[in-house]
């Protein structure tokens, strides 16, 4: 059990002059919210959300000064609950932490202990936040068309955003549960990247690029859109009957406008994914199959760590539309 507070390391954004710009501070334990659990954390992971907290956007973070990161991994320090106990290592993803609660780009959380996840057998921090809520987002995206009787033999599975953090781990599911998965990336210049995750075919945002017509020649049997707005319009109405879209993203806008005849006409189901409320036993079981038949060696190989002096830049290119791949923050580089 701590007794004392400690000083520690965190990646802090303020408000100067309307301005919001992060850098690194020191903070004592003493000076984080209430909570049962503190937790040392090692790693965190960098989502499109974390960029849009720290770029000061109030529909994700309501006031600043304030430490983003979504995702933590690391060890119990402090257990007020025993559940989890001292000295366990635990995931945590979601709720509110990196939103209003001080996040993962801090050394260390205070959360209720019912955000926490058991670190799942055989894992450490560094490979849990590998995937972080990118990837278990991408897992429940994937879980989701699986639920509505997805199968390989039914034809193409369209991933759009493919190159990016949800995009490149739904790529590698998919091609390692043996669907044949076209990735829609407007990165020429990742094309050869996401074959080797697994795309059998990479073609451009051109592919998903706005059609009067309400209803085109069908193209993939199923779909996993992070991207939202006109692109994910369009994926409806290239999707063949009976298929399914999982959607979870909003890069190219919060709108979407359709008809419903990709639904009456088709029987095309529009699947909504949320990764970040939703029952922790949800959560648990996506992380264990990650650790467990799941897992995505050549995302897991092809991370790239950082240290808090890089993560400006880093969450600045996720607002431009121009990160790729799955980025780790390792607190000790
Ligand atoms: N529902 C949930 O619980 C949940 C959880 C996690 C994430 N999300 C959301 O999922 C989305 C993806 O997250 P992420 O972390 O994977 O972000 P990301 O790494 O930035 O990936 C998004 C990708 O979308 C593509 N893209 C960017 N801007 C675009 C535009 N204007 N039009 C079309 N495509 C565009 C890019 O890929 P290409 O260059 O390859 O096209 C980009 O790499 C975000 O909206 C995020 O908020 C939701």
Redesign the pocket.
């Known amino acids: 059990m701590m007794t004392t507070n400690s000083e520690f390391k965190a990646w802090r954004v303020e408000e100067q002059n309307g301005e919001y710009v992060g850098a690194e501070k020191s903070l004592s334990t003493a000076d984080l919210p209430d909570g049962d659990v503190l937790i040392r954390v090692s790693h965190s992971s960098l989502?499109?959300?974390d960029a849009l907290s720290a770029s000061g956007n109030k529909g994700v973070t309501r006031s600043f000064p304030h430490t983003p990161g979504i995702d933590a991994a690391g060890e119990v320090v402090d257990s007020a609950t025993g559940n989890p106990s001292n000295g366990s290592p635990v995931i945590v993803t979601g709720y509110d932490l990196g939103m209003n609660t001080d996040g993962g780009f801090g050394e260390y959380i205070r959360v209720p202990a019912a955000w926490c996840v058991p670190m799942p057998e055989g894992w450490n921090a560094r490979t849990a936040m590998i995937y972080g809520?990118?990837g278990l987002?991408a897992g429940l995206c994937v879980q989701k068309l699986l639920t509505m009787g997805a199968k390989p033999e039914q034809g193409k599975v369209a991933v759009?955003?493919?190159?990016?953090?949800?995009?490149t781990v739904a790529v590698e599911l998919l091609a390692k549960l043996g669907f044949d998965v076209v990735a829609?990336?407007?990165?020429a210049d990742?094309a050869d990247d996401l074959k080797a995750l697994g795309a059998k075919k990479v073609v451009g945002?051109e592919t998903l690029a706005e059609e009067k017509k309400p209803l085109v020649k069908p193209a993939f049997a199923n779909a996993v859109d992070?991207?939202?707005?006109s692109?994910l319009a369009e994926l409806l109405k290239q999707i063949k009957p009976g298929g399914s879209v999982s959607c979870?993203?909003?890069?190219?806008g919060p709108g979407l406008q359709t008809t419903v005849l990709p639904f009456i006409l088709r029987g095309v189901n529009l699947l909504g994914?949320?990764?970040?409320e939703i029952p922790l036993p949800e959560k648990e079981a996506v992380w264990k199959k990650f650790a467990g038949e799941w897992a995505c060696p050549k995302t897991e190989a092809s991370a790239r760590d950082i240290g808090r002096s890089e993560l400006d830049g880093a969450l600045k290119a996720?607002l431009k539309?121009e990160?790729?791949g799955k980025i780790v923050l390792d607190h000790s580089k």
């Open positions: 989502n499109y959300k809520t990118a987002t759009s955003g493919a190159s990016g953090a949800v995009g829609i990336s407007g990165k990742h945002r992070t991207v939202g707005g692109p979870c993203g909003l890069v190219a994914v949320d990764s970040v996720f539309g990160s790729a």
